[in-house]
């Protein structure tokens, strides 16, 4: 069973703090790396993507990735208040863009 | 680009009776994707299609469930026979098929209730 695993949370971080967000998955023949973010009630929204060993920088977000470690993570600096939802990581199974494989999401609370 | 769009927003229907759900996805994207989410669960994949063809489903999606995606449109996901552990959010996603792993954009979904 293919798995990607989070940490649930809460993360609480204070307004202005840099959030740090964790993701590891168990195919290694995994090919490419997407965060979404998802507020309560609300359907996923693609924030970042990434697809070789390294960081990846867009606004305040930057995307790592090491396929060694089969580990992803997601930075996210000058926290927010509208930045508090839940961050999906997901997990392509195939080269070419079949499936998404989900994490559960950590809840992130940014407090002002 | 107006989206993914998905309709209806929400449906509560009594146990043993067949819904549907439409999805339009964006319009150039030829790859539409259905997933379904429960809560505190990220989406689980039900199916997607390349064009007009069916090319994967998942072992979560039982006889109950049938998508189509005539001409290559818009796609239709009907349950039949409704029941209570089919109560979730309804998810459709639709991208580009060629280049490298073509992201994924979700539509606002479709609530489904049973009760």
């Known amino acids: ?112 | 680009d107006t989206g993914v769009s998905q309709n209806p927003r929400h449906k509560i229907t009594k146990r043993g009776q067949n819904v549907t759900f439409r999805c339009d996805p964006i319009s150039e994207h030829n790859r539409l994707y259905w997933y379904r989410q429960t809560l505190g669960q990220g989406p689980e994949f039900l199916t997607y299609f390349q064009n007009e063809a069916q090319l994967e489903k998942s072992r979560l999606l039982s006889d109950r469930f049938s998508a189509e995606r005539p001409k290559g449109s818009f796609s239709t996901l009907e349950i039949q026979r409704t029941e209570q552990g089919d109560s979730a959010m309804y998810l459709c996603a639709s991208s580009l098929g060629v280049g490298l792993n073509q992201p994924q954009h979700f539509g606002d979904g479709t609530r489904l209730s049973i009760l």
């Not at chain 1, 649930?8 to 998955?25: F, K, R």
């Not at chain 1, 490419?32 to 960081?55: A, C, H, T």
């Not at chain 1, 580990?71 to 080269?95: F, G, H, M, W």
């Open chain 1, 1 to 112: 069973q293919k798995e990607v695993e989070q940490n649930s949370g809460p993360l609480s971080v204070p307004e202005g703090a840099i959030a740090s967000l964790n993701c590891t998955y168990s195919d290694r023949g995994s090919q490419s790396f997407f965060w979404y973010r998802q507020y309560s009630g609300k359907s996923p929204e693609l924030i970042m993507s990434i697809y070789s060993n390294g960081d990846k920088e867009d606004g305040r977000f930057t995307a790592q990735l090491n396929k060694a470690s089969q580990y992803v993570s997601l930075l996210i600096r000058d926290s927010q208040p509208s930045d508090s939802a839940t961050y999906l990581c997901a997990v392509n199974e195939k080269e070419y863009g079949n499936k998404l494989v989900f994490g559960a999401g950590t809840i992130l609370r940014v407090k002002s």
